[in-house]
């Protein structure tokens, strides 16, 4: 069956760290690239990072930058986010989605999401 | 990073109406714009890539149209299934960007 399960979500406290995985199955793990992008409570989507297949292309949004990495075991054919420094608007429903290129093609398998809490 | 913005944010319809949302990117995009479809606690599934092509699998009521800045995905024959909200995202740049979103609800 070709999915993708997230995990790792979780309640934190302002400052502290987590680290989510997005595991893969079903299809060629390694020929895709990969992304997580989130969604506040009520609100719309946000692009988060996406990493290139082989992990030679990366890249975040701005206001994760420093705090956030993305990284990837095509061997484990999963995902990664460790996310530190964690904020109260870090609080979001975490997706990872798969996309064969980048630029030419949008995401087209997503996770159910995993839930990250921010809150003291 | 490229603002994506759709309209209207909210839309009341009936079944069997078609409705038409719109897509509008803060820079020119060519055909690099993908629509959405969400329903509540669930992911997104994907409609429509590079403006107008439909995934396989998705019903032939949807269509997307548009390039460059201005875009629209239309509904036509709206059916209970199609009450969710509908995301654009452009994919044109390595920053993705997504619409607000339009939340297409029973009238």
């Known amino acids: 069956q070709v999915q993708l399960v997230e995990s790792g979500g979780g309640l934190v406290k302002p400052g502290g760290s987590l680290r989510l995985s997005c595991a893969a199955s079903g299809f060629s793990f390694s020929d895709y690239y990969m992304s997580w992008i989130r969604q506040a409570p009520g609100k719309g989507l946000e692009w988060v990072s996406y990493i290139s297949s082989s992990s030679s292309s990366i890249d975040y949004v701005d206001s994760v930058k420093g705090r956030f990495t993305i990284s990837r075991d095509n061997a484990k054919n999963s995902l990664y986010l460790q996310m530190n420094s964690l904020r109260a608007e870090d609080t979001a429903v975490y997706y990872c989605?798969?996309?064969?290129?980048?630029?030419?093609?949008?995401?087209?398998?997503w996770g159910q999401g995993t839930l990250v809490t921010v809150s003291s | 990073d490229i603002q994506m913005t759709q309209s209207p944010s909210t839309l009341s319809a009936s079944i069997g109406d078609t409705v038409t949302i719109t897509c509008r990117a803060s820079?020119?995009?060519?055909?690099?714009l993908a629509w959405y479809q969400q329903k509540p606690g669930k992911a997104p599934k994907l409609l429509i890539s590079?403006?107008?092509s439909l995934k396989s699998g998705v019903p032939s009521r949807f269509s997307g149209r548009g390039s460059g800045t201005d875009f629209t995905l239309t509904i036509s024959n709206l059916q209970p299934d199609d009450f969710a909200t509908y995301y654009c995202?452009?994919?044109?740049?390595?920053?993705?960007?997504f619409g607000q979103g339009t939340k297409v609800e029973i009238k």
């Open positions: 995202q452009q994919y044109n740049t390595y920053s993705w960007t």
């Open positions: 820079q020119r995009i060519s055909s690099w």
């Open positions: 989605a798969r996309s064969l290129e980048w630029l030419t093609l949008p995401a087209d398998l």
């Open positions: 590079k403006a107008s």
